[in-house]
């Protein structure tokens, strides 16, 4: 079965600028969920999404932003970057009941903001 | 609010001598908890998980873990380590009834040959 996999895995923008990260869930996983990790912390919880639909959002502001399709893939969109947006940003597949809480990682999308 | 309180930053620790890296836990309702390894340069990677049941879990590359309840505690233990176990580990929980899984800040594993 394949992995979780998130392109690109490094790239570098200016403030101000936009960036839109992408995600492909593990074979059989219908939720997907963004986590952004800073240098030297734990993965912090952006949010979630099942079935197309938001489902759950941590403590994040509106530019970020994000989608899922119908293939269960996904998008997160990040406006108007800020130098405090550079990080490792993770995104994390899980099944459908009885372990939607167990997540599949994939290797991660670095952001640096100049 | 749930939230993870990983006691150690940095543990360093001999080659073959035994690890415990310590977690412990808040939450208003049942819980979930897990512990990741993450590697240089990598994502998270499952070490081990409890759902229910037997409050001893064992998981990949050696490493367990004892859920205690009434300490709130998840503590991860090896009995003798490897060099190739030093890596960043986050012990997380999320709630039976939601699927946001909160995470620690994480200790470092450094082991000294």
């Known amino acids: 079965e394949t992995g979780v996999t998130q392109s690109p895995t490094h790239l570098i923008k200016t403030r101000g600028q936009q960036v839109t990260l992408r995600c492909s869930s593990q074979?059989?996983?219908?939720?997907v969920s963004w986590y952004q990790q800073a240098l030297g912390q734990g993965p912090q919880f952006i949010f979630q999404y099942y079935r197309e639909e938001e489902n759950g959002r941590g403590n994040f502001p509106p530019r970020f932003s994000g989608l899922q399709f119908p293939n269960y893939s996904s998008e997160l969109n990040v406006n108007a970057l800020e130098l405090d947006d550079s990080a490792l940003y993770l995104c994390?597949?899980?099944?459908?009941?009885?372990?939607?809480?167990?997540?599949?990682f994939g290797a991660g999308s670095r952001l640096t903001v100049l | 609010a749930q939230s993870v309180t990983q006691l150690d930053s940095q543990v360093p620790v001999f080659e073959e001598a035994p690890v415990e890296l310590r977690c412990n836990y808040s939450?208003?309702?049942?819980?979930?908890l897990f512990w990741y390894v993450q590697y240089p340069n990598q994502g998270l990677q499952l070490l081990l998980k409890?759902?229910?049941?037997?409050?001893l879990v064992k998981g990949i590359n050696g490493f367990e873990a004892e859920f205690n309840k009434s300490q709130t505690s998840f503590h991860l233990r090896k009995p003798s380590v490897h060099i190739s176990d030093t890596a960043e580990y986050f012990c997380?929980?999320?709630?039976?009834?939601?699927?946001?899984?909160?995470f620690g800040p994480g200790t470092s594993l450094s082991v000294i040959p």
């Open positions: 994390a597949s899980s099944p459908e009941g009885g372990g939607a809480n167990v997540l599949t």
């Open positions: 939450s208003s309702v049942s819980v979930y």
């Open positions: 074979s059989g996983h219908n939720t």
């Open positions: 409890y759902l229910s049941g037997s409050t």
């Open positions: 997380a929980v999320s709630s039976a009834s939601y699927d946001k899984v909160i």
